[in-house]
């Protein structure tokens, strides 16, 4: 990947922790106005069309947070507004960092956001703007990353990328185990054979099909979203 005369069209997926103080669930004003300014300087000083999708588990987390009392569909809707809440969030804090923005949600909330069609997608990107992709994939059992993976694929992304809480993927969990190492490159047929847990089975079968590499970086290094947009091998490459 090196950077190029010609527009790619890129995926960038955003946990929604990454709109949240440490230990603090929500949206934090000020980590969202950081994250936003960064993906607007990044955009403007790139030669992309951009796109986003956004996680909801700063606000709720469908397996987790139901406990056995909310059922698992009902406890996956909830998720999908919760991304919802994070997309009309990051919208106005990147709108105000000088970038105009859509929200397009795969779940009809019309006051609040366009449904999701591929072909006024692609208009929004032809004519400028960044376009941040809600709901997931309208589906309960399904995650955002999945949800990236299916926008990627329907938009003939060239490349998805996936801002993490740390520097890639590792051969293990570098928060339990302190001799893990960072894999530079690695195949998607490997990845999935090795069971490395930074992304959903689903999800890395259907950026294999496709043939969409895939970029995993950390978040909370500044510029890094920058450094991926504009083509730096910075974290992992699944290929």
């Known amino acids: 990947m090196t950077p190029s ?8 997926k955003l946990s929604g922790e990454a709109l949240m103080k440490e230990n603090h669930r929500g949206i934090h ?7 936003a300014v960064e993906i607007a300087d990044a955009y403007q000083h790139s030669n992309c069309e951009l796109t986003i999708v956004i996680g909801g588990g700063n606000i709720w987390r469908g397996v987790r947070d139901g406990g056995g009392v909310i059922d698992r569909v009902n406890s996956d809707s909830m998720g ?9 969030a990051l919208q106005s ?45 309208g589906n309960p059992f399904f995650t955002t ?11 003939n992304a060239d490349i998805l990328l996936k801002a993490t809480q740390v520097d890639g993927v590792y051969d293990s969990d ?5 001799d893990a190492k960072l894999i530079k490159k690695i195949s998607y047929a490997d990845a999935i054979a090795k ?9 890395l079968a259907l950026c294999m099909e496709k043939q969409i590499p895939l970029q995993v970086f950390n978040l909370h290094i500044k510029g890094n979203i920058k450094r991926a947009l504009c083509g730096e091998e910075i974290g992992t490459v699944i290929y």
């Not at 570098?174 to 302190?178: A, R, S």
């Not at 069971?195 to 999800?203: G, N, P, Y």
């Open 174 to 178: 570098p928060h339990k185990n302190p």
């Open 29 to 35: 004003p000020q980590s969202l106005k950081e994250i």
């Open 80 to 88: 999908m507004l919760a991304t919802v809440i994070n997309a009309i």
């Open 195 to 203: 069971q490395l847990r930074f992304m959903d089975t689903a999800a």
């Open 93 to 137: 804090a990147i709108e105000d960092a000088g970038v105009p923005t859509r929200v397009l949600t795969s779940i009809n909330i019309y006051q609040l956001a366009e449904p999701f069609v591929r072909r006024k997608a692609l208009r929004h990107l032809e004519k400028g703007r960044i376009v941040i992709f809600a709901g997931g994939t």
């Open 5 to 12: 005369h010609t527009k790619k069209r890129v995926l960038l």
């Open 145 to 155: 990353d999945s949800a990236a993976a299916l926008r990627a694929s329907e938009i």
